[in-house]
């Protein structure tokens, strides 16, 4: 590679760089006036951007710029609106009466539409989407309420919660743990009369004195019969819907070691309305049951 510069190119007529690889020299060709000012234009157009619109990072936050343009603003004034349009539904929602809900079908599907959002949002995480539970939360889908599947209860439950420590209302019960009251045979015992009532198999042997050990120990939450009792939120131990699973180790430890399933109070969370939309979507899945005699 030379350089000599100030050298015309005879082809062309053109300054060179001075420049050349190879025998080929570089030309000193301008860049067109347009495509420079383009490019001023640009420069000038993004300092305006960054000055008119929010641009540059801060500790906390960013500039603003000097049009106070926000995208979170005009997503609020959206959803506003469209708060502002069913206004009137969500007053209606908020103080109806849940057991004639269904007689108003407009108000129902606002509702249940309504309480799938509230659904997903809050209640999914320890549900599951499909609300069909997992172990330690409770299937929704079926025909199992430890304190009632009504519309009213359920929208109780989701008010004021289960066995939490910030609502006065909540349900409340307390499993003893009998690993403390009971020895272990007496433990293998009731295990399996347990196991006896849900119709599995079981040792025949220890059916009788764990009998008595339930009646004892366990009928005055459970019933006599085993078949629970809402007002105590203790489960129905006859069919084969478990909480926490029905086999011998799982009701060894359920008894041992006792269970305290906590569910939050969303009355302080989610609106009269949320709450009550929430309810109306659970109740629907499938496993709600009529309103409760009075």
């Not at 180790?249 to 929430?278: K, Q």
Request: aromatic share 10%.
């Amino acid at each position: 590679m030379s350089e000599d510069k100030n050298k015309i190119d005879p082809i062309t007529g053109t300054d060179t760089t001075g420049h050349s690889w190879d025998g080929i020299e570089e030309l000193n060709n301008p860049l067109p006036r347009w495509w420079l000012w383009t490019f001023y234009l640009t420069i000038i157009w993004g300092i305006g951007y960054t000055i008119a619109y929010p641009a540059w990072p801060m500790i906390q936050g960013a500039t603003a710029g000097l049009l106070g343009y926000s995208t979170r603003a005009e997503v609020a004034a959206e959803i506003q609106s469209f708060v502002d349009k069913n206004a009137a539904l969500t007053e209606e929602l908020a103080n109806i009466e849940l057991a004639s809900l269904t007689e108003n079908e407009p108000l129902n599907r606002y509702a249940i539409a309504g309480g799938a959002a509230v659904f997903r949002n809050n209640c999914s995480q320890c549900h599951g989407s499909g609300a069909a539970g997992s172990k330690g939360y409770p299937n929704l889908l079926d025909d199992d309420w430890l304190w009632g599947g009504d519309i009213d209860t359920i929208a109780y439950t989701v008010r004021h919660g289960i066995r939490n420590d910030t609502d006065a209302d909540a349900h409340w019960s307390q499993m003893p743990a009998f690993g403390e009251l009971l020895e272990k045979p007496e433990i293998e015992a009731t295990v399996n009369y347990v196991l006896q009532l849900s119709g599995q198999d079981h040792d025949s042997a220890l059916v009788g004195e764990g009998a008595v050990l339930f009646e004892e120990q366990c009928a005055s939450c459970h019933g006599e019969d085993g078949k629970g009792m809402r007002d105590q939120g203790a489960p129905n131990l006859t069919d084969a819907i478990w909480l926490y699973g029905g086999d011998t180790e799982a009701l060894r430890e359920t008894i041992t070691y006792s269970r305290f399933g906590v569910m939050p109070n969303w009355g302080t969370r989610l609106t009269e309305a949320e709450v009550n939309a929430v309810a109306a979507y659970v109740h629907q899945l499938g496993g709600g049951e009529d309103t409760a005699p009075e």
